[in-house]
């Protein structure tokens, strides 16, 4: 089966400009996640969707971070203006369903570079 | 609140002897537990997983994990360590609610 896509795999670009990272998930996951992951650390949780509905954004910087998964399949996250502490690689998991407990299927991953 | 604690954030060994990674969890409710690996600027991958079945989880790459309920411990061990194992590990716990819980990581550092 196809694994979790993301794209792209790389991006540079200036502080207080724009970006955006899309994610498809394997099929049929109905949970999707995107974490960030600064260099040298774990993952942090940005933003938990259940189909199309958001489960959990409590630690997404909502002044600047945007997510949306309006049928409830793919997702794009976006972040507008970026900053320096953006930097960052962006990881797109999936899972089964809100009360699976199964493992996380994660993608390559979006490295963000802001200058 | 729940909680996941990998006990060393560094750990070295030298190549073709054990490894032990370290990580307690809080509560004592059935939790599903993994180990994920993540090699330098790699994704990360599911190495094993623990789900209410058999206490001893093989996974891949020789590694193996133990679920002790009594203890909270779900530490991720291997009889010989190989250069390529040299990564970040990270263990996760979940319980029936959707909130995954993440510990710190702990890199494996392997001594030719």
């Known amino acids: 089966e196809a694994g979790v896509a993301q794209s792209p795999r790389y991006k540079i670009i200036e502080k207080r400009q724009s970006v955006a990272f899309w994610c498809n998930p394997i099929?049929?996951?109905?949970?999707l996640y995107w974490y960030q992951q600064i260099l040298g650390q774990g993952p942090k949780l940005l933003i938990q969707f259940q189909n199309n509905g958001v489960v959990d954004d409590s630690q997404l910087p909502k002044d600047r971070f945007s997510a949306e998964r309006l049928k409830g399949v793919d997702s794009t996250l976006k972040i507008q203006p970026a900053k320096l502490e953006d930097s960052a690689v962006y990881l797109c998991a999936s899972r089964a369903g809100l009360g699976s407990t199964g493992e996380l299927f994660f993608g390559e991953g979006s490295r963000l570079t802001v200058l | 609140a729940q909680s996941v604690t990998q006990l060393d954030s560094h750990v070295s060994v030298s190549e073709g002897t054990p490894v032990l990674l370290r990580c307690n969890y809080s509560s004592s409710y059935s939790p599903s537990l993994f180990w994920y690996v993540q090699h330098p600027n790699k994704g990360l991958q599911l190495l094993l997983k623990y789900t209410s079945a058999a206490t001893l989880v093989k996974g891949i790459n020789g590694f193996e994990a133990e679920f002790k309920k009594s203890e909270t411990s779900f530490h991720l061990t291997k009889p010989s360590a190989h250069m390529s194992d040299a990564a970040e590990y990270f263990c996760v716990v979940t319980y029936s609610n959707y909130q995954l819980i993440w510990g710190a990581g702990t890199k494996l550092i392997i001594k030719p």
């Open positions: 099929s049929g996951h109905a949970t």
